[in-house]
């Protein structure tokens, strides 16, 4: 079935590094592939998406592009803020269905 | 506008208790979907609905589990003869018009306990 692995965390860095979380995904057909966020006590919000080869999301500074060859949907920050410490979870969701796959999600803590 | 609400935040259930978890989605949406995130794991997808209608339940376990979305009122997840396997964080999300590829608003979760 289809799935989606992410690194492990938590990922920690200090402000105004560069950020990379790594996603991969095995999916059958041609999936469309997000990024949610979920700051500490709320509920998760889409960062941003990409819904075919090559297309890039981008939002608030990170982005991600959608690489069919390697099948990866890497997220990417220049200069992370400590305001980004947050669970990231990368997900697809296969034409035709209505269910998101989610990875584990990553921890990311940015101290000042 | 508020955002897509669940209540409680925190329940504890005796093992063989029930639990019943509230998703009130946001305003003019139509579509829940239930997820639900077992510890160092990702969320899992567990049922979709709309008004009165299940169109998806491919994600929830066989017995004991429900889910209704009345044509008034929140939409209710059900656990019967809860089992301490089924302590989880589960999430509600909505949507307008039930598209995936469409923004989900995700509520802030209950995280269920069972002694």
């Known amino acids: 079935g289809d799935s989606v692995t992410q690194m492990e965390g938590p990922v920690t860095l200090s402000e105004e590094a560069f950020l990379t979380i790594n996603c991969t995904y095995t999916a059958t057909g041609y999936p469309s592939l997000f990024w949610y966020v979920q700051y500490p006590g709320e509920g998760l919000q889409l960062l941003l998406k990409?819904?075919?080869?090559?297309d890039k999301g981008s939002n608030k500074g990170f982005e991600a592009t959608y690489r069919k060859e390697t099948t990866s949907f890497h997220l990417e920050k220049g200069s992370v803020q400590v305001s980004d410490s947050a669970v990231y979870f990368c997900?697809?969701?296969?034409?035709?269905?209505?269910?998101?796959?989610f990875g584990t999600g990553t921890r990311l803590l940015v101290s000042p | 506008n508020a955002g897509v609400m669940q209540n409680p935040r925190h329940l504890v259930r005796r093992r063989g208790q029930e639990a019943r978890l509230r998703c009130s989605p946001m305003?003019?949406?139509?579509?829940v979907y239930w997820y639900r995130q077992l510890p160092e794991e990702g969320l899992k997808f567990m049922v979709y609905l709309q008004k009165e209608n299940i169109i998806d339940e491919s994600g929830m376990p066989k017995e004991r589990f429900s889910a209704e979305f009345p044509k008034e009122g929140p939409s209710i997840l059900r656990i019967q003869q809860v089992v301490r396997g089924d302590s989880a964080a589960y999430f509600c999300a909505s949507s307008l018009q039930g598209d995936i590829n469409e923004k989900l608003f995700f509520g802030s979760g209950t995280q269920l306990s069972v002694l």
């Open positions: 305003k003019g949406h139509s579509h």
């Open positions: 997900a697809l969701v296969n034409t035709g269905f209505q269910k998101l796959v």
């Open positions: 990409a819904t075919k080869a090559d």
